[in-house]
């Protein structure tokens, strides 16, 4: 099955400072790897996604970059701000038959003003 | 469009007995996923329904089970309660296009005393 590694686990970055969270995944047939953000007492949420025809998105400050022959993809936030301050976690499908995801365990971001 | 619903919000129960959790996925998606997120921990893959069936499970005792309705609204059991099963149980939802993107409900706080 698939596993999925995230790191790190903890990252403290000063406001306006660039934060970036990897993961590695085992399944070579994953194609599709999500980035949620889950703010205290909240649900997690889809922040950005990528496929595995694409090596790079950006949606404005935040961007996904993903190498499949290295089996690991990024997430980078850029002049980073308190409100992004939060647990991020990836997550890699065994594949889209199999339908199922694992997720990361997670990326706690401290932002500090 | 109506987002992921859970109920209830919040549930306290005495070890040893039973605790039923339901979902409401987004119109239109047909999977249903439900995980386990202890304090501070990570998402833990639970359940996975689609189209009424269990497609898979995760690394949890029998004494967890579900099932999924017509409807595909889905409800989650789980039997003789134990002190390790407090936790946040998240459901999720997606439309099986092979994009698989999950949608999280807000969830219900389980707290075994």
Known sequence: GENVEQHPSTLSVQEGDSAVIKCTYSDSASN?????????????????DIRSNVGEKKDQRIAVTLNKTA????????????????????????????????????TTLTVKP | EAGVTQSPTHLIKTRGQQATLRCSPISGHTSVYWYQQALGLGLQFLLWYDEGEERNRGNFPPRFSGRQF?????????????????????????LWDGKETQYFGPGTRLLVL
Do not use: M
């Open chain 2, 70 to 94: 017509p409807n595909y609204s889905s409800e989650l059991n789980v039997n003789a309660l134990e002190l390790e099963d407090s936790a946040l149980y998240l459901c999720a939802s997606s």
């Open chain 1, 71 to 106: 089996k690991h993809f990024s997430l980078h936030i850029t002049e980073t701000q308190p409100e992004d301050s939060a647990v991020y976690f990836c997550a890699a499908p065994f594949n889209t038959n199999a339908g199922k995801s694992t997720f990361g365990d997670g």
């Open chain 1, 32 to 48: 599709y790897f999500p980035w949620y953000k889950q703010e205290l007492g909240k649900r997690p949420q889809l922040i950005i």
